[in-house]
């Protein structure tokens, strides 16, 4: 099974691809500086590379919380980037009007996990003819996750994605079962989203947590398990970001992460 994100992006193809970076348009200079090192590294390793920023992050815990630069600025910056670094590009929508205007700027719409059961909005995405990714809901048995696909495509597009983030465990923690890969890749492409399944919800006092020390070894995980593409978030100093910073990866530490899974990866080929 297969999704097109792009002429030279196919999800599904047998090569591990990669959607990453910043969790959201912070500034011109940094979404520069994460796709470009991400593009070189993707490109020394053979990785099909979409670069992921939120545009405007509509769920942070609290109100006061940074959601971004801009609805129309950050989209502007997503389409510079897709053009001076030759990458198709994904970002969030959240609401269904939403789904046009940003589907003539990137190449791949994602639904994010707490509005993964919105039916106007799945139809809404799928009717723009754009790659769809959905990322399953923390509270939702993966399964369930084919009547999404099935809003998707009934808005008119094939190219659909499904994104393992984590499960509620809890109050303020998540767990990945990883039999909900499996069972999702019955409907669509699989991604492993190692950064937010390593997110403690809320657990920040107002925003999240996270214990980024475990999103290695989960993507590690991920990939012996069999999925079709990595989602990981990172940012030159996280610490340092404006969201989501305790559970992302710093932009340092993500080649030799990628040359860790291709690693684990040739080892299935060879073996199988």
């Known amino acids: 099974m297969r999704a097109a994100v792009s002429d030279d992006v196919v999800v599904g193809d047998g ?6 970076g910043p969790c959201v348009v912070e500034s011109r200079d940094l979404v520069h500086e994460i796709a470009g090192t991400l593009k070189a590294a993707c490109d020394r390793l053979g990785v099909p590379f979409v670069f992921k920023a939120s545009l405007d992050k509509a769920n942070r815990t609290a ?14 910056l997503l389409g510079e980037v897709k053009r001076e670094f030759g990458v198709p590009v994904v970002t969030d929508i959240h609401e269904p009007w939403h789904a046009a205007a940003v589907a003539d700027v990137v190449d791949l719409l994602q639904i994010p996990a707490f509005l993964c059961r919105q039916t106007d ?75 937010h399944s ?6 920040g006092g107002g925003k999240s947590s996270g214990k980024r020390e475990f999103v ?14 990595l989602f990981l978030e990172t940012h030159p100093d996280p610490d340092k970001a404006l969201s989501d ?23 299935q080929a060879v073996t199988s």
């Open 121 to 195: 909005l799945l139809v809404a995405a799928g009717a723009t003819g754009r790659a769809v990714n959905v990322k399953k809901g923390q509270f939702m048995a993966p399964e369930d996750m084919a009547y999404a696909v099935e809003k998707v495509r009934s808005g008119g597009s094939d190219n659909v994605l499904l994104t393992e983030r984590g499960t509620t465990f809890g109050y303020h923690d998540l767990v990945v079962d990883f039999r909900g890969l499996a069972v999702m890749r019955r409907s669509a492409p699989v991604v492993f989203d190692a950064t």
């Open 245 to 267: 910073g305790p559970n992302m990866l710093a932009l340092a530490d993500i080649e030799g992460l990628l040359e860790d899974v291709l690693a684990i990866r040739h080892a």
């Open 216 to 229: 290695a070894p989960l993507a590690r995980a991920a990939v012996a398990f069999g999925v079709d593409a």
């Open 198 to 203: 390593v997110q403690s919800p809320g657990g």
């Open 15 to 20: 090569r591990l691809a990669l959607l990453a």
């Open 63 to 76: 109100a006061g919380s940074f959601r971004g630069m801009g609805f129309d600025a950050a989209l502007d």
